[in-house]
């Protein structure tokens, strides 16, 4: 059973970075595409961006194109998203989930994800 654990979440001022990570246990991530989602106060959760199995291929909502960077390190069955500079409306609860997948590109659609790590909360504030 695929088991995934958010890290690296804070408090950080606007303009600043975060990396966060998705550790796996359980299961390698070699097969599998990985989706981070968000969950502000009052929002619905929604996608911010994934990555492919196969060719790493990535994907991510307009919102945070050219500021947030998705990685994976099979190696290390981790997979990463990097903040840089982070606003206000980036506060929110981040999840990562994974979709076994084999050959079909990533997408965020939240009921294609099987296993969802707890969170972790990053909050963007001066």
């Known amino acids: 059973q695929l088991q995934l654990v958010e890290s690296g979440g804070g408090l950080v001022q606007p303009g600043e970075s975060l990396r966060l990570s998705c550790t796996a246990s359980?299961?390698?991530?070699?097969?599998?595409?990985i989706g981070w989602f968000r969950r502000s106060p009052g929002k619905e959760r929604e996608g911010v961006s994934c990555?492919?199995?196969?060719?790493?291929?990535?994907y991510y909502v307009d919102s945070v194109k050219g500021r947030f960077t998705i990685s994976r390190d099979n190696a290390k069955n981790t997979v990463y998203l990097q903040m840089n500079s982070l606003k206000p409306e980036d506060t929110a609860v981040y999840y990562c989930a994974a979709e076994y997948e084999l050959f079909r590109l990533c997408v965020l659609s939240r009921g294609l994800y099987d296993y969802w790590g707890q969170g972790t909360q990053v909050t963007v504030s001066s």
């Open positions: 990555i492919s199995s196969g060719n790493g291929s990535t």
């Open positions: 359980g299961s390698t991530l070699d097969n599998y595409n």
